[in-house]
């Protein structure tokens, strides 16, 4: 079981940047990890991930995020970082950390197996 508990958000404005984080209650070192986003109205949707360690720590990116965005994990601390910069109005959103037991990732949300419970992010036009 993982628990993972995600903080960082806030309000900013466009051309801004915030980094959030995603403290994992065990060991995720080899899980497939991610970050997702949900803004009023619309689906959860693939913001970027990072696969486990052991096979390499290969990234990916929705392209609405690249270059902007950079996903990156803290081993020793159990923490997985979203960098976030030159933000703009359209990526407000909830932001969630997700892992899944599985080292390699996916951009499907249905693959994750745990979830935390989210943080705003607000972006200011």
């Known amino acids: 079981q993982v628990h993972l508990v995600e903080s960082g958000g806030g309000y900013v404005q466009t051309g801004g940047s915030l980094r959030l984080s995603c403290a994992a209650s065990?060991?995720?070192?080899?899980?497939?990890m991610a970050w997702f986003r949900q803004a009023p109205g619309k689906e959860r949707e693939f913001v970027a991930a990072?696969?486990?360690?052991?096979?390499?720590?290969?990234?990916d990116y929705a392209d609405s995020v690249k270059g902007r965005f950079t996903i990156s994990r803290d081993n020793a601390q159990n923490t997985v970082y979203l960098q976030m910069n030159s933000l703009k109005p359209e990526d407000t959103a909830v932001y969630y950390c997700?892992?899944?037991?599985?080292?390699?990732?996916?951009?499907?949300?249905?693959?994750?197996?745990?979830w935390g419970q989210g943080t705003q992010v607000t972006v200011s036009s």
């Open positions: 990072r696969a486990g360690t052991w096979i390499g720590g290969n990234t």
């Open positions: 065990g060991r995720t070192t080899n899980n497939g």
């Open positions: 997700a892992a899944r037991s599985s080292p390699f990732i996916t951009r499907a949300r249905s693959e994750y197996d745990y």
